[in-house]
T-cell receptor, first 113, second 113 residues
Framework: KAGVTQTPRYLIKTRGQQVTLSCSPISGHRSVSWYQQTPGQGLQFLFE???????NKGNFPGRFSGRQFSNSRSEMNVSTLELGDSALYLC????????????FGSGTQLSVL | GNSVTQMEGPVTLSEEAFLTINCTYT??????LFWYVQYPGEGLQLLLK?????DKGSNKGFEATYRKETTSFHLEKGSVQVSDSAVYFC????????????FGQGTTLQVKP
């Protein structure tokens, strides 16, 4: 069974640009969550999607958005990039996102110059 | 608010030494508790979990017991190997808070031959 797949693996952007990251969950998983990992703030929850609906949201500005498609694949978009958005963005999937284990992808390393 | 506190690292041990990484939490309600491990350049892998008080999670020689009275979930291993070198994250998820893991800051473990 294939794991959680995130693309691209690395991304370099400049301030003010926008970026879209992609996540393909494990087959059969309907919940996809996104996290930002930085050395200073650690791992922080961005949002969770289930059946194409955002079901839970963290404390990030509106520049961070996402969506989920009918096949459960998810994308995350960051508009008007800032230097502080440089981070490893991790996607995690689970069957229904409840009190069960989440399976993580390897992440997309975003560098904003 | 809800939070997880881990002992600061790095923790440096010799091979076959006993490992303890302390984790305490603050949470409303009754969370499920997890330990995740992150190897260099990779995403997070679930190491073990416990969903209610006095549950013991175990995997690959690692163990942790959900202690409600002390709000703790300390990770232990009787004999560490060089291959255990990684960053370990303690995390919780609250009932109904789908897909949203709250992580500790992580503890780096280095095991020397």
């Amino acid at each position: 069974k294939a794991g959680v797949t995130q693309t691209p693996r690395y991304l370099i952007k400049t301030r003010g640009q926008q970026v879209t990251l992609s996540c393909s969950p494990i087959s059969g998983h309907r919940s996809v969550s996104w996290y930002q990992q930085t050395p200073g703030q650690g791992l922080q929850f961005l949002f969770e999607y289930f059946s194409e609906t955002q079901r839970n949201k963290g404390n990030f500005p509106g520049r961070f958005s996402g969506r989920q498609f009918s096949n459960s694949r998810s994308e995350m978009n960051v508009s008007t990039l800032e230097l502080g958005d440089s981070a490893l963005y991790l996607c995690a999937s689970s069957y229904d996102g409840a009190n069960e284990k989440l399976f993580f992808g390897s992440g997309t390393q975003l560098s904003v110059l | 608010g809800n939070s997880v506190t881990q002992m600061e690292g790095p923790v440096t041990l010799s091979e076959e030494a006993f490992l303890t990484i302390n984790c305490t939490y603050t949470a409303t309600g009754y969370p499920s508790l997890f330990w995740y491990v992150q190897y260099p350049g990779e995403g997070l892998q679930l190491l073990l979990k416990a969903t209610k008080a006095d549950d013991k999670g175990s995997n690959k020689g690692f163990e942790a017991t959900y202690r409600k009275e002390t709000t703790s979930f300390h990770l232990e291993k009787g004999s560490v190997q060089v291959s255990d070198s990684a960053v370990y994250f303690c995390a919780l998820i609250l009932n109904g808070n789908t897909g949203k893991l709250i992580f500790g800051q992580g503890t780096t473990l280095q095991v020397k031959p």
